[in-house]
């Protein structure tokens, strides 16, 4: 699998804050870049995708992807408590495969 | 919008016995699934990618004499751990896609396997 490497966390931020989620990916074939939200014990949930370079906003999601410097990130605003999670970037490559990041945790303090 | 079904959502058994799970596409067809394992605080590790009417392939390092992967319609793959031991006790996922670079991939439920 191609590496993908997420920021450590966990993430603490206040409610109402921005949350940035960071990732890189070591493959310059990688077409499309997704992040997922998991839920403790729950399977992962599809937020977003981008595979275009610039920024994609969906409500207050917003992922952001720089190609030429192998980057993608999501920036989380006016977090809820409810944003409390794990979230895992995934690269999609020529080989039909996602590869996933360790994943970043979030936690939104109420 | 895919939903990916997976059964079951939960299983017990005891070590040396079989155990299957099945995923099922419920309104795509999925000529490609893939299986999943996460342990945890672990991120996802594919452990293979199954294809419809043909053998699944596996992930470096991953046992397909233990992991019998059967994909034999366009709407459901199996995953089968045979003489399952204490250390497969995972969370196993799968995944398919009715346009990835639309829609990007759908996750079953997945199911909690533990092994006794």
């Known amino acids: 699998q191609k590496e993908v490497e997420q920021n450590s966390g966990p993430l603490s931020v206040p409610e109402g804050a921005i949350a940035s989620l960071n990732c890189t990916y070591s493959d310059r074939g990688s077409q499309s870049f997704f992040w997922y939200r998991q839920y403790s014990g729950k399977s992962p949930e599809l937020i977003m995708f981008i595979y275009s370079n610039g920024d994609k906003e969906d409500g207050r999601f917003t992922a952001q992807l720089n190609k030429a410097s192998q980057y993608v990130s999501l920036l989380i605003r006016d977090s809820q408590p409810s944003d409390s999670a794990t979230y895992l970037c995934?690269?999609?490559?020529?080989?039909?495969?996602?590869?996933f990041g360790a994943g970043t945790t979030v936690t939104v303090r109420a | 919008g895919a939903v990916v079904s997976q059964h079951p959502s939960w299983v017990i058994c005891k070590s040396g016995t079989s155990v299957k799970i099945e995923c099922r596409s419920l309104d795509f067809q999925a000529t490609t699934m893939f299986w999943y394992r996460q342990f945890p605080k672990q991120s996802l590790m594919l452990m293979a990618t199954s294809n419809e009417g043909s053998k699944a392939t596996y992930e470096q390092g991953v046992e397909k004499d233990k992991f019998l992967i059967n994909h034999a319609s366009l709407t459901l793959s199996t995953l089968t751990v045979t003489s399952a031991h204490p250390e497969d006790s995972s969370f196993y996922i799968c995944?398919?896609?009715?346009?990835?670079?639309?829609?990007?991939?759908?996750f079953g439920s997945g199911t909690r396997l533990t092994v006794v």
């Open positions: 995934a690269v999609w490559s020529n080989d039909y495969k996602l590869s």
């Open positions: 995944s398919a896609s009715q346009d990835v670079t639309n829609y990007g991939y759908t």
